[in-house]
């Protein structure tokens, strides 16, 4: 007895502590790079990325369902990826795969139209200024310019983080990696979305006041909105409002509540990315450093490419590919070049919040 209890005792002590040190990112602290690749350059630089206050987020390196293996490698959307498999036009081990409904790691074997699987980009983000009169969507059924109609051609398939609605401007982000979109738009990370917001009507103290304590509308209730006034016009007003919910049309459908209708909707922060200097409809690619920062994402890049050159076998810098790094700030030139529609398409299922 007195042996087995102090096998437990010393198991006890050795087991290591639950809570650990804080995890702590290092802080950017050059600017972004502000290369547009098209539209007039502003003659500015980017504004500096703040340091979020929350804690940093990990993708996970365990094993996921195929089809979403696939989708990140860049080929297609998830539900393609089932249609694929569906079709037999994907092995896993050397043998043609059945289902979608199977769960893979590093250590399997995926081959695709009798090509192995490439390996995924590294995660990378963009920031891009929506102008009034998109969709954030792929297509739409009423013929509508989307988002996706604006971006360069050369740009990998993109997923937009979040939603603007037709309406809607200002910083709309977009990923390359689902898994970071995901975490991105989850209520639980905490991240404050900031939009300048023009109404018409009379705002007075009450109305922040409401605002800030949450509404319910129709049996729909929108968490609390933090606001202010920042100009007061005999017939409009400016405000500035901070959410972290995002519900669908959230702020237009709470300032009708109260009375006062959203003439003018500007998204100029997402978390810690600013909208900054960039022009409408320019995009434009965030530092790798930046990304690894705020999402602890040191290690999870694909397999290192040549560094003894930042030319591309043509000569010429590489335009938006991948393992590119930021430019230096002495050599950052906004090109004003002007590029033709997208090709790329988000994936089908994701979805997102409109404001």
Partial sequence: MTNSKSTRLNRQKSRPDSK???TK??????????RPYKGKPSGKSTQQEAKPAVETIEL????????????RAGLCSRRDAERWIAEGRVKLDGKVLETPAI?????????????PLP???RPRLWKYHKPKGQITAARDPEGRDTVFDHLPKDLPRLQPVGRLDYNSE???LFTNDGGLKRKMELPATGWTRRYRV???????ERHIKTLAEGITIDGVHYAPIEASISHQAKTNAWMLMSLKEGKNREIRRVCEHLGLIVNRLIRVSYGPFQLGEIEPGDIVELPAKLIQDQFGLEGKASAPKD???????????????????????ASTKPTGKKTGPSRGKPASGSRGKRV
């Fill in 20 to 22: 650990g040190p804080g």
């Fill in 25 to 34: 990112g290092n802080a950017f602290k050059g600017k972004g790079v502000n």
């Fill in 60 to 71: 996970s390196d365990k094993k996921e369902r195929i089809a979403k293996v696939i989708a």
């Fill in 103 to 115: 769960v893979v790691g590093p250590d399997n074997a995926i081959e695709v139209n009798g090509e």
């Fill in 119 to 121: 390996l995924p980009e």
């Fill in 170 to 172: 200002g910083l709309l």
């Fill in 198 to 204: 023009r109404v018409h009507g009379q705002v007075d």
């Fill in 307 to 329: 560094k003894t050159s930042k030319q591309g076998p043509s000569g010429k810098k590489p335009q938006g590919r991948a393992g590119r790094k930021p430019a230096d700030k």
